[in-house]
Every structure is written in structure tokens, then in C-alpha cells.
């Protein structure tokens, strides 16, 4: 393989924490608008910023940390093997090689990510890098023999799934207009 097509790959591997990364950035630069006074002389508002966006990040973690504990469960209750012959990307690869394939961890992971930044965003640009991403990773998993076609479906449905989930919960609890009674609560307790 040469060193391009070997990056590409590398890349697809890496799609599920690229994918989460690209959400967390979308969240940052999409409550930028939440907070349009945010240099201010007081403290408060930056330190608010902090706080609710930080609790953002770390709810979309928290629940990409929850579907890779369920893909592990779903993987022993499962227990289906890898198919044979894999091509090994990494160390993690070698690791993985040794437990069983179904449903597939990385298309699960990538498909959540990809899912609730379709759903939540809504740009056509991001979304089109996200897919491109998923279809990457997947292919990756794939052509290296990481997966079946089977295994790779089953965790690309578990993960749109759970992707639907994640932008629901997100949502119900994460609005901007929530974001804005929580800042005029919290500023007129302090000031009053």
C-alpha cells in the first residue's frame, strides 16, 4: 500500500473520534449565538458559558462512552467471530482481532455521531464531511477484513439509532431557549 491510501485508511479507522470531535466543535461554535455578550466586564457569563457548554461536551461523551460499553455487551451475549484473514491497522486492531465482530463498534460509533449531527445541525456542508467519514470508516472495517457485511449493518442500525436517541435527549435537555431561562434565572438570583 502506498503512504496516501494507508493516511485514507488510517483516517477511516480513526472516524469515530473524528466524528465526535466534529460534534463538540459544532456545539461550541453553535452556542457562540447563545451567548452574543459574552465579554463582558463581569465574570459571571463566561464562567456560565463555560459551565453549560462543558456540560454539553460532556453529555455527548458520556453517551459515545454508553454505545461503546453496549457494542461490548452486544459483542459477548453475540459472540459471532471476526472473519478470517484481517488486516491489522494497529496494536488496537490486534486486540480487537481476538473478540468477536458483531455488531461492529466503530460503524455503531460513527453512525451515532453521524446521525446526531445531521439531525442537530442540520448543514449540508458538515453533513457531507460526516458521511463521507461514516462511509470511510465503514469501508476501512471492511476492505481490512475487521468485519462482516453483516456486523457492519448491524452496527451502523444500532448506531443511527442510538444517534436518534442522543440528538432526542439532546434536545429535550440542551435547547438554546433553555440555555437563555437558565442564564436570566441565574443572573437575576445573583443580582437580586
Known amino acids: ?33 447563545v ?10 457569563t ?9 456540560n454539553k461536551i460532556l453529555f455527548v461523551i458520556g453517551w459515545n462512552f454508553m454505545n461503546y460499553w453496549l457494542n461490548g455487551l452486544l459483542k459477548r451475549l453475540i459472540k459471532q467471530p471476526r472473519p478470517k484473514k484481517m488486516i491489522k491497522i494497529n496494536r488496537q486492531d490486534v486486540v480487537s482481532s481476538r473478540g468477536y465482530g458483531m455488531p461492529s463498534g466503530h460503524a455503531q460509533i ?9 439531525l442537530l445541525f442540520r448543514n449540508e ?9 461514516t462511509l470511510l470508516t465503514i469501508y476501512q472495517r471492511y476492505s481490512f477484513r475487521m468485519h462482516s457485511a ?12 442510538s444517534g436518534y436517541g442522543l440528538y432526542k435527549v439532546y434536545k429535550h435537555t ?3 431557549e433553555k440555555v437563555h431561562q437558565q442564564e436570566k434565572k441565574h443572573h437575576s438570583q445573583i443580582f437580586s
Open 110 to 118: 460513527a453512525a451515532n455521531n453521524l446521525v446526531f449531527i445531521t
Open 174 to 176: 440542551h435547547t438554546p
Open 125 to 133: 456542508m458538515v453533513t457531507a464531511l460526516a458521511t463521507l467519514q
Open 35 to 44: 451567548f452574543p455578550g459574552i465579554i463582558t466586564p463581569n465574570i459571571i
Open 46 to 54: 463566561p464562567l456560565f458559558f463555560i459551565s453549560t457548554v462543558g
Open 1 to 33: 500500500m502506498n503512504k496516501i491510501v494507508n493516511t485514507i485508511f488510517r483516517i477511516g479507522y480513526h472516524g469515530p473520534y473524528i466524528l465526535m470531535i466534529t460534534a463538540i466543535l459544532m456545539i461550541i461554535y453553535e452556542t457562540r449565538n
Open 150 to 161: 453483516s456486523q457492519l449493518l448491524a452496527g451502523t442500525a444500532l448506531g443511527a439509532a
